[in-house]
């Protein structure tokens, strides 16, 4: 008689890992709040990658219009190029909140107003962050709309990993 499977069954077995998952894991952390097993339990689980995917596919979206509205206010309005950022933010941040929570994130969805809270509060973090590199290129001479194009694309990781771990994370 053949003893019976400890991993009742699962497809992972045989992984040196333990069995823990980003969101539900209750074990005590090593270094701050996110211990380095979950980090690695959450990087080998599926629906993080396609949910990171589906951000960027968002965030594409959002991209397109921070752009568009960025050289609209730059060109046609005529704002200083700072100026333009925070008003292409507000657009574009509206844009990625409504699709993140409605899309990428829809099976951990709070209320709209704390989750939005916190969306906000990242993508605040994000834009300042943004501007810094922004300035920082457009004084070393690159044109102020390739300038913002990069800026954005620095700053994705730091938004995704804000919004996937605490604007639309767990409540405690």
């Known amino acids: 008689m ?68 960025y050289a609209f206010l730059l060109d046609v309005v005529g704002l200083h190029y700072i100026s333009a950022a925070v008003g292409s933010f507000v657009v574009a941040v509206t844009n990625n909140y409504a699709w993140n929570r409605m899309w990428t994130f829809r099976t951990q969805r709070a209320g709209v107003a704390y989750q939005g809270m916190r969306f906000f509060v990242v993508s605040t973090v994000a834009l300042l962050a943004n501007l810094v590199v922004l300035h920082l290129l457009v004084t070393l001479g690159l044109g102020e709309v390739i300038a913002q194009a990069i800026a954005i694309v620095l700053v994705t990781p730091v938004n995704f990993v804000g919004n996937k771990l605490w604007s639309f994370g767990p409540r405690r």
């Open 2 to 69: 053949a003893a019976p499977d400890p991993t009742g069954g699962r497809r992972d077995r045989g992984y040196d890992y333990p069995a823990t998952t980003v969101e539900s894991s209750h074990a005590q952390p090593v270094h701050g709040e996110y211990s380095p097993a979950r980090v690695r339990a959450g990087l080998r689980k599926r629906s993080n990658w396609e949910q990171l995917v589906k951000f960027c596919v968002v965030g594409a979206s959002g991209y397109l219009v921070n752009l568009a509205v």
